[in-house]
């Protein structure tokens, strides 16, 4: 269990010694099927196929759907001129590696094929068809890269490349020399750190919502919605065949369109190319701005100066400061995840579906009722109604003692007076939240995540606004 490749890329675990340890020894959701990793093995198995001048590679697995079948098949067109010619030195596609000794352990970078032209120079590639963030220049992560140019041969006799399926361009990985040392060294002393890992030290935050066990952690209380008294399981929980993960943003989708929450939690279908959205609009920058502030800014004795140099920022941290909030709640912990797990078995697997939102803020109000915040930035003024609920019904779970709960949606915005809109939830509404919440996990679990065409679709104004619109209309 404990090896370093477990630190990379994997934020949770460097954050939160039980996801490390893996909550106690149990494998997690294996998720053998997942749709990003059956159209890399479909991609790989195709360009292959060209790099050798061999039969294309027999099906594997279970057909692709006509949406990801068009998806696989734009992955396999975009990287085809990219390798070297077939007839220009040899290849060796026994999945080649590059390793750095971290500890006692090692880090190991695996690549698709190595290339080694006439005069003998070897170049190495790894095929990426994850999607790219926009802030990101690779895709692989910045340890493996440092192991890579940390090899003795680079870059004297040896190049690495990233084949991105996504743009279709060829990346070579490179980083200076010194960053690199000092990136493998800042894991190694993670990893020293991380290696006696205690599984029940778990550390809610943001990182959960990306956890490898998030199914299988206390921090989403397990329940069953069904039961006379709605409960967490006590206990430790068996992985799933499946996990699905629904954030409080996908059960909005879900009261308009199925398939456009399904596309987004599960299937990774990439938004359509024109889609407007794929830029970001100036008040959604500033928001994601301000709420990244405003989660290290309230655990601090001066919050202000973490404004000061940013006008625009100061101005709705100001707001903040004349809240009408009462009771006023006393910040415990920024980025915090509350939410719950419900399982489900169908005629062919289970499915683990944790539905869950990421509260700006959790804490106190003076009487002891726990309290979780959101900031509201925009002008409009409207809020997700799941969000609230969500919060309701996690901190109800994760305070059993507590018989209320509350929440406070703070609405902020420049040219308008501030706003606390807060609600008071009863111990005795848990049944209500859970069956209603519930009901969303339970439809989810009934998407058959090998075809993407299953979650039904519905058509309104809400469609304009899709980042899906185009191909969801190509497969009705």
């Known amino acids: 269990m404990s ?64 949406v990801q079948a068009a998806i696989v098949a734009a992955q396999i067109r975009r990287p085809k001129s990219l390798p070297p010619p077939r007839d220009r030195g040899e290849f060796d596609l026994d999945f080649p590696r590059l390793s750095v000794p971290i500890g006692h352990q090692e880090l190991e970078v695996f690549f698709q094929f190595v290339h080694s032209d006439p005069d003998g120079f070897l170049k190495m590639y790894r095929l990426k068809t994850a999607q790219i963030r926009a802030e990101d220049e690779f895709v692989s992560a910045p340890e493996e890269i440092a192991a890579v140019v940390s090899d003795p041969r680079f870059p004297d006799s040896l190049e690495a490349y990233e084949i991105r ?57 397990a329940i069953d919605p069904s039961a006379e008294e709605v409960a967490p399981h006590r ?54 701005r301000f709420h990244r502030l405003m989660a290290k800014a309230l655990l601090t004795d001066d919050p202000g100066s973490y404004f000061s140099a940013d006008p625009e920022m100061e101005a709705l941290y100001t707001q903040h400061l004349s809240l009408p909030c009462t009771p006023p709640v006393t910040v415990r912990a920024t980025e915090f995840p509350l939410g719950f797990t419900v399982r489900f078995r169908t005629e062919r697997h289970s499915v683990s579906v944790v539905s869950y939102g990421l509260a700006d803020a959790v804490g106190r109000e003076p009487d002891g009722t726990p309290a979780a915040i959101d900031h509201k930035t925009g002008l409009s003024g409207g809020s997700n109604p799941h969000e609230p609920e969500i919060y309701a019904l996690g901190a109800l779970l994760r305070f059993p003692n507590s018989p209320t709960v509350a929440t406070h949606i703070h609405h902020l915005a420049r040219g308008r007076d501030p706003q606390c809109e807060r609600v008071a939830w009863e111990r005795d509404r848990i049944g209500e939240l859970a069956s209603r919440l519930g009901s969303f996990a339970e439809t989810a679990s009934r998407w058959d995540l090998l075809d993407a065409t299953s979650p039904p679709f519905r058509v309104g104004e809400w469609c304009g606004t899709c980042p899906f619109e185009q191909r969801c209309l190509s497969y009705r």
Not at 175 to 186: C, I, S, V
Not at 208 to 221: A, G, K
Not at 254 to 279: G, K, N, T, V, Y
């Open 3 to 66: 090896t370093p490749k477990d630190l990379v890329g994997k934020p949770s675990k460097r954050i939160c010694p039980g996801a490390f340890a893996n909550l106690g020894g149990y494998p997690p959701t294996s998720n053998r099927n997942a749709p990003a990793l059956r159209r890399w093995k479909a991609t790989w198995d195709a360009l292959s196929s060209e790099l050798t001048g061999g039969p294309p590679p027999g099906a594997s697995g279970e057909p692709f759907d006509p």
């Open 235 to 288: 206990g430790r929980r068996l992985p799933s065949s499946y996990r699905l993960m629904l954030s409080k943003s996908r059960l909005e989708d879900m009261d308009l369109c199925q398939r456009r929450a399904a596309w987004r939690a599960w299937f990774s279908i990439p938004a359509d190319l024109e889609h407007q959205s794929r830029e970001t609009s100036p008040g959604l920058a500033a928001g994601s």
């Open 165 to 221: 399926t996504a743009d279709g361009e060829m990346i070579r990985l490179e980083m200076p020399q010194g960053e690199a040392k000092k990136t493998l060294e800042k894991l190694e002393c993670d990893h020293r750190r991380m290696v006696g890992a205690d599984p029940g030290d778990i550390r809610p935050g943001s990182h959960c919502s990306m956890c490898d066990v998030s199914d299988l952690c206390r921090t989403f209380p």
